[in-house]
């Protein structure tokens, strides 16, 4: 509810009432940053499957009445919480608007990979969830556009150089391939079927032979650069 004050009210009663929004303001976020975090954390401490809004709120000190306030459910809860966490730690206020380079490109896997290793059981948490059948279709697309957030507009221009103009389902197919590629490759390597420690490399040559591979001309400098990460394996 927005306070208001009313008219020929003290300035006394009005300058309490403006701090008693500000208060208010302060403190939803405040309890907003902890079901954040609580549910981070829970995920990464038991997985998807046991994160739950009973679990979130008695972790994050907050009534369950009051967590519905923020989020109408688990599913909404889970996804903002997994998108806040990859703005803050991957793009981090760097090319936000995405890679338009393959410099950029390279550079955010880089990032990626960091990000990885770092949070390395949160991560081994959300990757294998990514091709399971029952996964949620709101958490599925923010894992998919997360994948995909690598690699355009970078994707766009490759297409656009070549004079390529794919379907929309055509693109989807595309995207999916990436998304599908990104997701594969870093499971295996906290599964631990590809050298972590080369985590980065792996994700840099799977995502150029996959972009590569739709484009008939691919543009010289990705060959180039993909056929200089593969003679380093």
């Known amino acids: 509810m927005r306070a208001t004050t009313r008219r020929g009210s003290a300035d006394g009663e009005t300058e309490a009432l403006g701090k008693q929004r500000a208060y208010n303001s302060q403190s939803m976020t405040e309890r907003r940053s902890r079901i954040i975090a609580a549910t981070l954390a829970t995920i990464e401490e038991n997985g998807l499957a046991k994160t739950t809004i009973r679990t979130v709120s008695k972790r994050a000190g907050v009534a369950l009445r009051t967590l519905y306030l923020y ?62 059948t029952n996964l949620d279709s709101r958490i599925y697309d923010i894992l998919r556009n997360i994948a ?34 990104e997701y594969a490759v870093i499971n295996d390597a906290l599964a631990g079927r590809l050298p972590e420690a080369r985590l980065a490399l792996c994700l840099k040559i799977a995502v150029l032979s996959c972009i590569a591979g739709f484009i008939p001309k691919p543009p010289k400098d990705l060959v180039t650069t993909l056929q200089e990460l593969q003679s380093t394996l």
Not at 110 to 117: A, F, N, P, Q, T
Not at 150 to 172: E, G, N, T, W
């Open 71 to 132: 989020f109408d459910n688990r599913e909404a809860m889970i996804s903002v919480a997994i998108k806040e966490f990859f703005h803050q730690s991957v793009e981090a206020g760097k090319d936000e608007d995405g890679p338009a380079t393959l410099d950029q490109m390279l550079e955010r896997f880089d990032r990626l990979s960091d990000v990885i290793k770092n949070s390395r059981a949160y991560s081994a948490a959300l990757a294998p969830i990514y091709f399971s």
């Open 148 to 181: 995909l957030s690598h690699v355009f507009p970078y994707l766009d221009i490759c297409l656009k150089s070549a004079r390529m103009r794919p379907s929309a389902q055509m693109k989807d197919l595309i995207c999916t391939h990436i998304a599908n590629t």
